[in-house]
């Protein structure tokens, strides 16, 4: 009666303060529900609204009603109950009820005052629209303790706080309870229900040697039942000392038909309400997912489902005093679902018992993130290491029939290193180890995108750990073998940067591997990564008829190469080899050359910055860039100026293996006017520009005359964009040019 | 003391390598044996619970050996026994003895130095019993100490390396002959080769190639094989170079590349466990 008398006192206190501003705003029941009555009461209000009060008016005369109904009455000859039984049966399909709404409703159901049928038609319609508080179920509980209410009811009742659990706004009281619905084990019929309720509610300390006893009792009575299967593997989850057992890989639902009449109204109500409600939790009881097929017992391919670390035998041992002190308590990892479960248990998670299954657990993996322990990156390295051994499709005699789960298994391990963004020792050694023996298609895009991940270390053995069977490789496969290798060297190269950029920005974090790297260290081992890709380009750019494609891939490294000094902070800048350089200048396509343009405009402004810096000694320059590559950026440029539009081709290039010819040379091969043959109009890969600038400009004349165009005049006018303008790509051509000619402008 | 190791003797003991063991600890042998007796029940009652510590049908003892390491870094072995109780003889307590087997370290520093203390490191692993076993007692330790189990194969080198060391070691009674089996590859039907030495001729041969005495180079196991490989090519015209090495028995002990074993004199048992201990760590490394 005291909780009664309470719980009116709270309803004429705030009597169900909501007010729509329109119909939609149904969320509004929460906002009433909670606070801020005069947020609403200020909102305008409009037909719709009155047509609303006019809702809420009949539901708070039903739930009144409701309160003060007498002993049995007839529903049939009661048109006053009837009336209100479906207002309460229309609101709440329609929108849920308030919190308000339960303690009355349940109150009555469960009593035992009204026939059966009313009493179901109650249970039925109890949807949350917002929370349904603790203490409404709590009474309910009390008035199943004294059954008063027939079996069915009961029944009923049962399924629908399993439905609802979630929308219980708290839940310490009910766990104060789980003895009292332990006992409920009893009734064969509730058993079932009993058994998925407690699974929601049981915790660590629910588990105990008694009960434990009392389950296997029961497992002895009625045999292998799912519902039971689910509840002792939770408490094997809690405390392995004290149960264990094995659930067989088949089944897939533990608690059959409990979601009961509620759900599809309740997903309805939260569709309209368009809340973020809880949702009900999945499942989860840590069995292993399904083998496709028998194999070893110790196969590790298959990542293990994630089992808390519960090895707590010690505190079996001293059960009192932790019993008395059990405020360590830790969540078990199979009951991490979220986010912000998380953030919230951050301080008492355990990681799985099986290092192996962080892999497949985003959450895991941040928390791995979090967490700098040694240990757990050795039982990850050592789990990684045996795995991949043992299960390489190339390295193992017999294995590859299993190259696709392999191939599975190496997309996750990538899938992880993407999400760390830190490369595994164990997959870094296995590589090493496995690349002399691989034949560049097992699983080739798996291992290509592994090899991008290789951590930076001063590790000086790259070279004939990875170089070197790479290139062996790399030299005798196809030519997409070899854009990919260059792709992922690409890769390799901007991960490596991007850490040392991060790296600087942290640089007082003591990281262990960040100790002993050197920053001369780290230059060297970039800068024999680019060169090892300079040199297998010029080769390959030979071997492939210098084909365009492959070209794409080469500049598209090279992008990443010229802008390391000014967007990596790394002072180093290496130009590509010549073998690289004049067959881009000289390509047949625009694409090429528009990428050599910005690639060597890009050069120019790390370069300028290089040489600003020194100048203002704004940093203590411990490294400076050598002369040598001035020069050679120079050599470049000249080749290119001289190509593109000073028309002074094979004349004033001065690098070695540049385009220098004798005249005489040049004049037996009988083409007029080769010094303008590569100036922008006449260049093979400009040609079809000149062509459409022509048509544009001169529309009558069909001769194609290109010498109409005058390059130095368009250079100097900034006109070549017009030349440019069709190719909307061309953007490299023209910020080289623009940058260029400003030098020279600058000069005079 | 060689009684209490004499049980190891005289047994084919499958090899494993393993790689550290997390959160082991010798001190709670017993709480594992009880847990790892419920998981074997429950694993053979696929899902039924199972109350730890009670009475089942197998029962499992796990006890240390302290006997068996090569120093004082080395972590003593551990034994997992198995033993099952017929219903019937369960009041006069009689087990018989169904699966065995022992991790062990000897001289297994090259692991073990680098590694946390959290981590316990018994790199080898040998097997006595059905694999159906074997299977369950490697689940339960990969899942409870998160560690991996792998074959151990020795490869025709290590057999030829067992071969010359245990060709030298002294032995008191008069020694059974060695034995080295030799298969052909790629033939339709298996063909092995089965070549037997007098261990006294056998010792002989090798004393004219060692150099140092307690020392042994990979030159002087290629010698001393290549000798054997002559002998028998005077005689048989087969070059057994061309074929595989797949098993070495001696006085010693008998190996096999499959990974098995048998360790035949008390007295070297730990030597040739520290060979193994040898070939487990670099397979985990």
Same mark, same amino acid.
């Given at each position: 009666?005291?909780?009664?008398?309470?719980?009116?006192?709270?309803?004429?206190?705030?009597?169900?303060?909501?007010?729509?501003?329109?119909?939609?705003?149904?969320s509004?029941?929460?906002?009433?529900?909670?606070t801020?009555?005069?947020?609403?009461?200020?909102?305008?209000?409009?037909?719709?609204?009155?047509?609303?009060d006019?809702?809420?008016?009949?539901?708070?005369?039903?739930?009144?009603?409701?309160?003060?109904?007498?002993?049995?009455?007839?529903?049939?000859?009661?048109?006053?109950l009837?009336?209100?039984?479906s207002?309460?049966?229309?609101?709440?399909?329609?929108?849920?009820?308030?919190?308000?709404?339960?303690?009355?409703?349940?109150?009555?159901?469960?009593?035992?005052?009204?026939?059966?049928?009313?009493?179901?038609?109650?249970?039925?319609?109890l949807?949350?629209?917002?929370?349904?508080?603790?203490?409404?179920?709590?009474?309910?509980?009390s008035?199943?303790?004294?059954?008063?209410?027939?079996?069915?009811?009961?029944?009923?009742?049962?399924?629908?706080?399993?439905?609802v659990?979630?929308?219980?706004?708290?839940?310490?009281?009910?766990?104060?309870?789980?003895?009292?619905?332990?006992?409920?084990?009893?009734?064969?019929?509730?058993?079932?229900?009993?058994?998925?309720?407690?699974?929601?509610?049981?915790?660590?300390?629910s588990?105990?040697?008694?009960?434990?006893?009392?389950?296997?009792?029961?497992?002895?009575?009625?045999?292998?039942?799912?519902?039971?299967?689910?509840?002792?593997?939770?408490?094997?989850?809690?405390?392995?000392?004290?149960?264990?057992?094995?659930?067989?890989?088949?089944?897939?639902?533990?608690?059959k038909?409990?979601?009961?009449?509620?759900?599809?109204?309740?997903?309805?109500?939260?569709?309209?309400?368009?809340?973020?409600?809880?949702?009900?939790?999945?499942?989860?009881?840590?069995?292993?997912?399904?083998?496709?097929?028998?194999?070893?017992?110790?196969?590790?391919?298959?990542?293990?489902?994630s089992?808390?670390?519960?090895?707590?035998?010690?505190?079996?041992?001293?059960?009192?005093?932790?019993?008395?002190?059990?405020?360590?308590?830790?969540?078990?990892?199979?009951?991490?679902?979220?986010?912000?479960?998380?953030?919230?248990?951050?301080?008492?998670?355990?990681?799985?018992?099986?290092?192996g299954?962080?892999?497949?657990?985003p959450?895991?993996?941040?928390?791995?993130?979090?967490?700098?322990?040694?240990s757990?990156?050795?039982?990850?390295?050592?789990?990684?290491?045996?795995?991949?051994?043992?299960?390489?499709?190339?390295?193992?005699?017999?294995?590859?029939?299993?190259?696709?789960?392999?191939?599975?298994?190496?997309?996750?391990?990538?899938?992880?290193e993407?999400?760390?963004?830190?490369?595994?020792?164990?997959?870094?050694?296995?590589?090493?180890?496995?690349?002399?023996l691989?034949?560049?298609?097992?699983?080739?895009?798996?291992?290509?995108?592994?090899?991008?991940?290789?951590?930076?270390?001063?590790?000086?053995?790259?070279?004939?750990?990875?170089?070197?069977?790479?290139?062996?490789?790399?030299?005798?496969?196809?030519?997409?073998?070899?854009?990919?290798?260059?792709?992922?060297?690409?890769?390799?190269?901007?991960?490596?940067?991007?850490?040392?950029v991060?790296?600087?920005d942290?640089?007082?974090?003591?990281?262990?591997?960040?100790?002993?790297?050197?920053?001369?260290?780290?230059?060297?081992?970039?800068?024999?990564?680019?060169?090892?890709?300079?040199?297998?380009?010029?080769?390959?750019?030979?071997?492939?008829?210098n084909?365009?494609l492959?070209?794409?891939?080469?500049?598209?490294?090279?992008?990443?190469?010229?802008?390391?000094?000014?967007?990596?902070?790394?002072?180093?800048?290496?130009?590509p080899?010549?073998?690289?350089?004049?067959?881009?200048?000289?390509?047949?396509?625009?694409?090429?050359?528009n990428q050599?343009?910005?690639?060597?405009?890009?050069?120019?402004?790390?370069?300028?910055?290089?040489?600003?810096?020194?100048?203002?000694?704004?940093?203590?320059?411990?490294?400076?860039?050598?002369?040598?590559?001035?020069?050679?950026?120079?050599?470049?440029?000249?080749?290119?100026?001289?190509?593109?539009?000073?028309?002074?081709?094979?004349?004033?290039?001065?690098?070695?293996?540049?385009l220098?010819?004798?005249?005489?040379?040049?004049?037996?091969?009988?083409?007029?006017?080769?010094?303008?043959s590569?100036?922008?109009?006449?260049?093979?890969a400009?040609?079809?520009?000149?062509?459409?600038?022509?048509?544009?400009?001169?529309?009558?004349?069909?001769?194609?005359?290109?010498?109409?165009?005058?390059?130095?005049?368009?250079?100097?006018?900034?006109?070549?964009?017009?030349?440019?303008?069709?190719?909307?790509?061309?953007?490299?051509?023209?910020?080289?040019?623009?940058?260029?000619?400003?030098?020279?402008?600058?000069?005079? | 003391?060689?009684?209490?190791?004499?049980?190891?003797?005289?047994?084919?003991?499958?090899?494993?390598?393993?790689?550290?063991?997390?959160?082991?600890?010798?001190?709670?042998?017993?709480?594992?044996?009880?847990?790892?007796?419920?998981?074997?029940a429950?694993?053979?009652?696929?899902?039924?619970?199972?109350?730890?510590?009670?009475?089942?049908?197998?029962?499992?003892? %796990?006890? +240390?050996? #302290?006997? =068996?390491?090569?120093?004082?870094?080395?972590?003593? $072995? /551990?034994?997992?026994?198995?033993?099952?109780?017929s219903p019937?003889?369960?009041?006069?307590?009689?087990?018989?003895?169904?699966?065995?087997?022992?991790?062990?370290?000897?001289?297994?520093?090259?692991?073990?130095?680098?590694?946390?203390?959290?981590?316990?490191?018994?790199?080898?692993?040998?097997?006595?019993?059905?694999e159906?076993?074997?299977?369950?007692?490697?689940?339960?330790?990969?899942?409870?100490?998160?560690?991996?189990?792998?074959?151990?194969?020795?490869?025709?080198?290590?057999?030829?390396?067992?071969?010359?060391?245990?060709?030298?070691?002294?032995?008191?009674?008069?020694?059974?002959?060695?034995?080295? %089996?030799? +298969?052909? #590859?790629? =033939?339709?039907?298996?063909?092995?080769?089965?070549? $037997? /030495?007098?261990?006294?001729?056998?010792?002989?041969?090798w004393?004219?190639?060692?150099?140092?005495?307690?020392?042994?180079t990979?030159?002087?196991?290629?010698?001393?094989?290549?000798?054997?490989?002559?002998?028998f090519?005077?005689?048989?015209?087969?070059?057994?170079?061309?074929?595989?090495?797949?098993?070495?028995?001696?006085?010693?002990?008998?190996?096999?590349?499959?990974?098995?074993?048998?360790?035949?004199?008390?007295q070297?048992?730990?030597?040739?466990?520290?060979?193994?201990?040898?070939?487990?760590?670099?397979?985990?490394?």
């Open positions: 009666e005291k909780m009664e008398r309470r719980q009116s006192s709270k309803t004429s206190k705030q009597p169900l303060q909501v007010r729509h501003e329109n119909q939609t705003d149904l509004a029941w929460r906002k009433g529900g909670k801020d009555p005069e947020k609403s009461v200020r909102n305008r209000r409009s037909p719709s609204d009155q047509k609303n006019s809702k809420q008016d009949s539901l708070e005369q039903a739930l009144s009603y409701f309160e003060k109904v007498q002993d049995h009455v007839s529903l049939k000859k009661n048109d006053v009837q009336k209100h039984l207002t309460v049966e229309r609101i709440a399909l329609q929108r849920g009820l308030p919190p308000e709404a339960f303690d009355v409703l349940l109150n009555v159901a469960l009593s035992g005052q009204l026939a059966d049928t009313v009493n179901t038609r109650l249970v039925k319609s949807i949350p629209a917002s929370v349904i508080p603790e203490n409404s179920v709590v009474s309910s509980v008035w199943l303790c004294v059954s008063k209410c027939s079996a069915n009811i009961q029944l009923l009742f049962l399924r629908w706080l399993i439905t659990f979630d929308f219980i706004d708290h839940k310490e009281q009910l766990h104060a309870l789980y003895g009292f619905f332990f006992s409920f084990l009893q009734d064969e019929k509730m058993c079932p229900y009993v058994c998925h309720l407690l699974y929601l509610l049981t915790r660590k300390e588990v105990k040697p008694f009960r434990v006893r009392r389950l296997l009792d029961l497992q002895a009575k009625v045999g292998m039942q799912s519902y039971l299967q689910a509840l002792l593997s939770l408490y094997k989850l809690f405390c392995p000392e004290l149960v264990t057992i094995t659930l067989p890989g088949k089944m897939k639902t533990y608690f038909n409990s979601e009961g009449p509620w759900k599809a109204a309740m997903n309805t109500v939260r569709q309209r309400n368009q809340e973020n409600s809880p949702l009900s939790q999945p499942l989860f009881l840590g069995t292993s997912q399904p083998q496709s097929r028998k194999r070893k017992w110790n196969t590790q391919l298959i990542i293990p489902a089992s808390t670390n519960k090895n707590n035998l010690e505190e079996d041992r001293e059960k009192n005093c932790v019993d008395l002190y059990s405020t360590n308590e830790s969540l078990p990892v199979e009951k991490l679902q979220t986010f912000s479960q998380l953030l919230q248990n951050i301080h008492c998670l355990e990681f799985p018992s099986q290092m299954s962080v892999l497949t657990n959450l895991l993996l941040h928390y791995m993130n979090c967490i700098k322990d040694e757990i990156y050795l039982r990850l390295y050592y789990w990684m290491g045996q795995t991949l051994q043992e299960e390489c499709s190339w390295c193992v005699a017999d294995n590859n029939r299993y190259e696709e789960e392999f191939k599975d298994f190496l997309d996750t391990v990538y899938k992880a993407c999400f760390l963004q830190e490369g595994f020792s164990a997959c870094e050694e296995f590589l090493y180890k496995s690349l002399p691989w034949d560049g298609s097992c699983c080739r895009s798996q291992i290509l995108r592994l090899v991008s991940q290789i951590p930076l270390s001063n590790f000086s053995e790259m070279k004939s750990y990875l170089y070197d069977p790479l290139a062996q490789l790399f030299f005798t496969s196809s030519l997409y073998f070899k854009c990919s290798v260059l792709e992922s060297l690409k890769e390799l190269l901007q991960n490596w940067l991007n850490w040392h991060v790296n600087l942290s640089e007082s974090d003591s990281q262990a591997h960040s100790l002993n790297t050197t920053l001369s260290g780290l230059v060297n081992v970039v800068a024999e990564l680019i060169h090892f890709v300079g040199q297998i380009s010029t080769v390959a750019l030979r071997l492939e008829n084909s365009t492959l070209l794409y891939f080469i500049l598209d490294f090279y992008e990443t190469v010229c802008d390391t000094y000014l967007r990596y902070n790394l002072p180093l800048l290496i130009m080899p010549a073998g690289v350089f004049y067959p881009a200048l000289l390509s047949m396509d625009s694409v090429s050359l050599l343009c910005y690639i060597m405009y890009r050069y120019r402004t790390n370069l300028v910055a290089a040489k600003e810096n020194e100048l203002t000694k704004k940093k203590i320059l411990q490294f400076r860039f050598s002369s040598q590559t001035y020069q050679e950026y120079n050599q470049y440029t000249i080749a290119m100026v001289s190509c593109l539009w000073t028309s002074s081709a094979f004349q004033k290039d001065i690098h070695p293996q540049g220098c010819m004798d005249d005489e040379l040049l004049k037996k091969t009988a083409v007029q006017e080769f010094r303008t590569f100036n922008i109009v006449y260049h093979p400009m040609m079809g520009y000149a062509v459409l600038f022509l048509q544009q400009g001169w529309p009558d004349d069909t001769t194609f005359n290109f010498g109409l165009i005058k390059v130095r005049f368009l250079v100097k006018t900034g006109n070549f964009q017009q030349l440019c303008r069709r190719g909307r790509g061309l953007k490299g051509l023209k910020v080289f040019i623009e940058s260029s000619i400003n030098r020279i402008s600058q000069a005079s | 003391d060689p009684q209490r190791t004499a049980f190891l003797l005289r047994k084919r003991w499958t090899l494993y390598s393993v790689t550290p063991l997390y959160g082991f600890s010798s001190a709670r042998l017993r709480d594992y044996a009880r847990m790892l007796s419920a998981f074997i429950a694993e053979k009652q696929k899902g039924l619970a199972v109350e730890v510590g009670v009475e089942l049908d197998i029962k499992v003892a %796990v006890s +240390s050996l #302290p006997d =068996l390491k090569g120093s004082d870094q080395d972590q003593a $072995a /551990i034994l997992v026994q198995l033993s099952s109780r019937a003889s369960l009041k006069n307590s009689e087990e018989k003895l169904v699966w065995s087997g022992w991790f062990c370290s000897v001289i297994g520093d090259a692991l073990s130095q680098d590694v946390p203390h959290d981590f316990t490191c018994l790199p080898l692993f040998l097997v006595n019993g059905a159906s076993y074997t299977s369950i007692v490697g689940s339960w330790f990969q899942k409870t100490f998160d560690c991996c189990f792998r074959r151990l194969a020795i490869s025709p080198l290590n057999l030829s390396w067992m071969a010359a060391m245990w060709t030298g070691c002294k032995v008191d009674k008069t020694a059974s002959a060695m034995e080295l %089996v030799f +298969s052909a #590859p790629c =033939l339709p039907q298996p063909l092995d080769i089965s070549y $037997a /030495i007098h261990p006294e001729d056998a010792k002989a041969l004393d004219t190639v060692q150099k140092t005495p307690g020392e042994i990979q030159e002087e196991v290629d010698i001393f094989m290549d000798c054997l490989y002559s002998h090519h005077r005689h048989f015209k087969i070059h057994l170079s061309a074929t595989k090495l797949v098993k070495v028995s001696t006085a010693i002990a008998s190996a096999h590349c499959d990974g098995i074993i048998k360790f035949l004199q008390s070297y048992l730990t030597g040739v466990l520290m060979l193994l201990t040898e070939l487990a760590i670099s397979q985990i490394q």
